[in-house]
């Protein structure tokens, strides 16, 4: 397995993955009895130097269950019908996860409304209340 290219400067080592394959549950025919295709991906994140460490606690948070209590990513494939495809998927899959990761959110910076804006907000609703209340009034001649 060679090293899977996150972005140009992200690039995790192929020794750090491992992977295995599994049988694939759920309809498929013959061929589901006899091979097994569906993959799981593993990354050792806990031993891992490949991300700062801000990108790693956000990681651990994207990925949720995905992420067992030796610090290892677990991505599992089981889509497509061939065992190298799902290696190829649970690949991209794992890289997507990490590029996700990298991409700081925003911060949201505290605004008020303005002036104009809390009058629009309080015209309709006195506009609102005005036309609920002639409902009211007695509509009936």
Do not use: F, H
């Amino acid at each position: 397995m060679e090293n899977l290219t996150v972005t140009s400067d992200i690039e995790i080592p192929a020794r750090e993955l491992s992977w295995t394959a599994v049988a694939s549950g759920g309809p498929g025919g013959q061929n589901v009895n006899k091979v097994a295709t569906k993959v799981q991906l593993r990354w050792a994140l806990a031993s891992s130097s490949v991300l700062p460490a801000w990108a790693r606690e956000r990681l651990v948070a994207l990925a949720g269950r995905r992420v067992d209590g030796d610090g290892n990513v677990l991505i599992s494939s089981s889509s497509a019908r061939s065992q190298d495809r799902n290696l190829e998927l649970a690949r991209e899959r794992l890289a997507g996860l990490v590029q996700a990761a990298l991409d700081r959110p925003k911060s949201r910076r505290a605004t008020r409304p303005s002036k104009a804006a809390k009058r629009r907000r309080l015209d309709e609703k006195r506009r609102v209340s005005q036309k609920k209340a002639g409902r009211r009034a007695g509509g009936e001649d």
